[in-house]
């Protein structure tokens, strides 16, 4: 079963779509979704830039990892 996080944020409007989303604003979502604590420090995430499907990687303990994918979408 999968789950998602439905957060807004309004990003100045730009021709191309540009944004940006840090590791440590997917920890605080992650949270605020599940009560669950994930460290930003554990959080390996490509760089975001637009619009689109971006992968994270969440260390979740010492032999445990999670993938998950990332849409930034507009809003």
């Known amino acids: 079963m999968g ?3 439905d957060y807004g944020k309004a990003y100045s409007s730009s ?3 540009r944004c940006a989303v840090t590791e440590k604003e997917l920890a ?3 949270q605020q ?3 669950q604590e994930v460290d930003r ?3 390996t995430l490509t760089s975001i ?3 689109g499907s971006y992968k994270a990687n969440i260390k979740l303990h010492s032999d445990v990892t999670a ?3 990332v849409e930034v979408v507009s809003l």
């Open 3 to 5: 789950w998602g996080i």
């Open 67 to 69: 993938d998950v994918e």
């Open 41 to 43: 420090r554990e959080i």
């Open 49 to 51: 830039s637009k619009l």
């Open 28 to 30: 605080e979502l992650i």
């Open 15 to 17: 021709y191309d779509q």
């Open 33 to 35: 979704a599940t009560g």
